[in-house]
């Protein structure tokens, strides 16, 4: 079964740091890019970051820019979001997702498995 | 940035319905455009890509159309498990932006 598990979420303090993972099974975690998307409590989706097969490659939104990092191992099949600086804006279901290129040659692509998400909480 | 505008907000709809959600980006994105549900406690599923591609296992009454800026979601007879919130979301450049989302109500 292809699968998605995040953990590392919980309550922080603001400016304090955390350490999301993604745990990968049932596919070839290593061809494919990756990504993590968050949901503020009862608020839409928000595209966090991406980060290709190899690594090589590493893109963010605006607002985690210098903040958050993505990284993955492939050997464990498992992606990451170091996140520091944590601000109360932060806070979110915070998403792992597979993504996958469409097949019409394009190099665009949709998120086509999701994990259950882990949830980080930034509060004083 | 890409914007993205979905319409309606909101939609009553009842069992049997055919329902039309509307997305709209701010410059041309092509038919890189992609369609989510998300139930409420679950992760989003993904139910179009590439505008009007149903992804596997999807029932076929959801259908997508529409190219440049303006696209739909269609269900042509709504299911009681329907009833969800949809969001479309762009492909076309990063950052990959999201709608706000449409939530489907039971009428």
């Known amino acids: 079964e292809v699968q998605l598990v995040e953990s590392g979420g919980g309550l922080v303090q603001p400016g304090e740091s955390l350490r999301l993972s993604c745990a990968a099974s049932g596919f070839t975690f290593s061809s494919y890019w990756m990504t993590w998307v968050r949901q503020a409590p009862g608020k839409g989706l928000e595209w966090v970051a991406n980060?290709?097969?190899?690594?090589?490659?590493?893109s963010y939104v605006d607002s985690v820019k210098g903040r958050f990092t993505i990284s993955r191992d492939n050997a464990k099949s498992s992606l990451y979001l170091q996140m520091s600086g944590l601000r109360a804006e932060d806070t979110a279901l915070y998403y792992c997702?597979?993504?996958?290129?469409?097949?019409?040659?394009?190099?665009?692509?949709?998120?086509?498995?999701w994990g259950k998400g882990t949830t980080v909480t930034v509060s004083s | 940035d890409i914007q993205m505008t979905q319409s309606p907000s909101s939609l009553s709809a009842s069992v049997g319905d055919r329902v039309t959600i509307t997305c709209r980006a701010s410059?041309?994105?092509?038919?890189?455009l992609n369609w989510y549900q998300q139930k409420a406690g679950k992760a989003p599923k993904v139910l179009i890509y590439?505008?009007?591609s149903l992804q596997s296992g999807v029932p076929s009454r959801f259908s997508g159309s529409g190219s440049g800026t303006d696209f739909t979601l269609t269900i042509s007879s709504l299911q009681p498990e329907d009833f969800a919130t949809y969001y479309c979301q762009q492909s076309h450049s990063t950052p990959v932006t999201f709608g706000q989302g449409t939530k489907l109500e039971i009428k």
């Open positions: 410059q041309s994105i092509r038919t890189y």
């Open positions: 590439a505008a009007s």
């Open positions: 980060i290709k097969q190899d690594g090589s490659e590493t």
């Open positions: 997702a597979r993504v996958t290129g469409y097949d019409d040659g394009s190099g665009r692509y949709y998120r086509d498995v």
